[in-house]
């Protein structure tokens, strides 16, 4: 079974750091904590930060997944 990958990303209603999976780059989602409204966009690339990138976010997504299957495994 396969462990979701997250980023993290600020709520910019509450401020609160989110972590969000990279599946949902691009998308609407919504606040745990407040309610509050926001499009997930990795905040370390600000060129993937609009929506109607989509092509640029599924990339963006590729590169994040294949930076953690390039990871050692660590001894549990």
């Known amino acids: 079974m396969s462990n979701p990958t997250y980023f993290v990303q600020e709520c910019p209603t509450c ?3 989110l972590q969000i999976r990279v599946e949902h780059l691009g998308r609407k989602v ?3 904590h407040c309610q509050g409204h926001l499009i ?3 905040p370390t690339n600000a060129r993937y930060e609009r ?3 989509g092509n640029a976010l599924l990339r963006r997504a590729d590169e994040l997944l294949e930076s953690i299957a390039q990871r050692k495994p660590q001894p549990r």
Do not use: L, P, Y
């Open 15 to 17: 401020g609160r750091r």
């Open 51 to 53: 929506a109607d990138t």
């Open 40 to 42: 997930a966009a990795d």
């Open 30 to 32: 919504v606040c745990q």
